[in-house]
């Protein structure tokens, strides 16, 4: 199950998150009813959401998803979510700039820099 961002009608930035970790620990794990509990019972709300703005840097999106045990976080600018920054993103950016700069030092090395 992915992750879900709830907007209101009214805004768009997220009033809430659910995940199939929250269905996990507040339904399953508890005993709960699928069928019956509502989705505003075991949701995160948006006071709680971890976010980023497009000026937050690869290193801090990686620290806030560790600090909050998150894997996506919604980008939002001036009050809008504009995107979503997930584990899998943070990952890539970091090992195309490894490659580079192993292809770099062995330029380097080999004397073709």
Same mark, same amino acid.
């Given at each position: ?22 269905? /996990? @620990?507040?339904? *399953? ?8 509990? @509502?989705?505003?019972? *075991? ?15 690869? /290193? ?5 998803? *560790? ?8 980008? *939002? ?37």
């Amino acid at each position: 199950m992915p992750l879900c961002f709830i907007h209101s009608k009214t805004h768009c930035k997220p009033s809430a998150a659910f995940a199939f970790s929250d269905y /996990l @620990k507040k339904v *399953i794990l508890q005993g709960l009813a699928s069928a019956t509990t @509502k989705v505003s019972r *075991i949701m995160t709300p948006s006071e709680e959401l971890a976010v980023l703005t497009p000026e937050h840097s690869v /290193l801090e999106a990686m620290d806030l998803m *560790i600090k909050y045990n998150v894997r996506h976080v919604p980008v *939002i600018d001036q009050h809008c979510m504009v995107g979503v920054m997930s584990m899998k993103d943070v990952v890539k950016v970091l090992l195309d700039d490894q490659k580079h700069e192993i292809d770099s030092l062995k330029d380097y090395i080999h004397g073709s820099w």
